[in-house]
């Protein structure tokens, strides 16, 4: 019988998204998770982990979150991914301070594994941690993801303005539409979003060099 929240053959795996400055411990988390199976990201800043959320084709089941890093706290990104995209999470921590634990809990953390990371409570912990997040999901509509995409890529903005506009549809249809195309076609979103943008431009120069229609 499998492991509750251990990926099933012939099932999408889960995706897990780790965020660290800490290149050793992004390393031993990311290695453990793939032998057991799962897919994995990794990021090395909270702007980081945003951008590859926003232009991925798919949503992270399950970030862990180290709650110290410079520039943007793992609590402050806990609370932008729950908002916005309603990724459950983790929290990593060098500290069992009840006052850190408290304030990690209070985010709505799903589990908390302290640094130095012991390898025999990396699985057990997500695997916990993904059924939680099954038992309590949060509605994960594409309004969030948009609202996160074109908070964050300008790129995805233009060519949401550009699908609008030769389609004549709305912005969640051209956005879902997007989104689409980089998800079967396995690419980055913003990189789909470049180039929309860059066929729009070689329509309209060939539609600038189209002699006008005869006088009828």
Known sequence: MPNQGQPKQGKLKHLILIVDDDLLILGLISNYLQEAGYDVRMATSGQMALDMVAESGREPDLALLDINMPGMSGIELARLLLDEAAIPFMILSASDDDNVVRQATACGALGYLLKPVDPGRIL?????????????????????????????????????????????????????????????????????????????????????????????
């Open 124 to 216: 057990p912990g997500v695997r916990a941690a993904l059924a939680r997040a099954a038992k309590t999901a949060r509605p994960r509509g594409s309004e969030r993801r948009m609202a996160l995409a074109l908070q964050t890529g300008g790129e995805t903005g233009m060519a949401v303005g550009v699908l609008m506009e030769r389609h004549k549809t709305d912005r969640q249809s051209a956005f879902q539409a997007l989104r689409e195309h980089a998800r079967l076609s396995q690419r980055n979103l913003n990189d789909v979003a470049n180039e929309v943008i860059a066929s729009s431009e070689t329509l309209n120069a060939y539609a600038a060099r189209m002699p006008a229609p005869a006088p009828k």
